[in-house]
């Protein structure tokens, strides 16, 4: 028996590389660190203590959350489990993304004034301050993020780009195998699955 979540997060966090960019600001070359992005949809369970980390993807840093749904969803199916995200996924077409998967979106508004208006827009806001006291527990899934700040500090130390993506994808899946581990030995299994979390994005272009 594994881990049975009572609601899902979606969120995403910067991981550091090793390697810098230039740039030429007011006549000046800038240099700075080069950061991807870590996207990643979490399983949590107040009951057994426990997340797992269902789906994950990394792209550049500048990439919007809202590109990853597609890859994320595309092969989790829900039965009706809230899943809580932050103002990033504020919008319309990700509502109907997430509930066509079976989740029910528990999405903070954007407070900003260009946001949508409407129809949709009364029933999103209605729907979340229905939900507020829940999506508190969306700090609950953060943890798992602060896991990968706390044991590898968030950064990586690969300088090409496609061990980079596999050591973040790891950094997701080692939690994962641990949090089974123990779930296994607090339920006596006499079997022990071991689930491997691939990377769902498509594969970065090749500088020239």
Known sequence: MGVKPEFFVIDSTGISTPRFTERRIAMKTVRRRVSLKLHAVVGCS??????????????GEGVHDCTQLGPLLSEIWANGEPLLG????DWDFAREFIRAHGFKPIIEPRK?????????????L????????LYKLRKVAEGSFGGIENRYGARVRCKLLHLEVCSILLMVTAPNLRTLMRVRA?????????????STNPV?????
């Open 186 to 198: 607090q339920n006596k299994e006499e079997f022990f699955i071991c689930f491997l979390i691939n």
């Open 112 to 124: 900003h004034e260009d946001g949508p208006h409407g129809l949709d827009r009364r029933d999103a």
């Open 204 to 208: 970065f272009p090749k500088k020239n």
């Open 126 to 133: 209605r729907e979340f301050e229905e939900n507020r006291e």
């Open 46 to 59: 107040l009951e057994q203590s426990a997340m797992i980390a269902y789906s994950a993807s990394v792209t």
């Open 86 to 89: 932050d103002p990033a996924y």
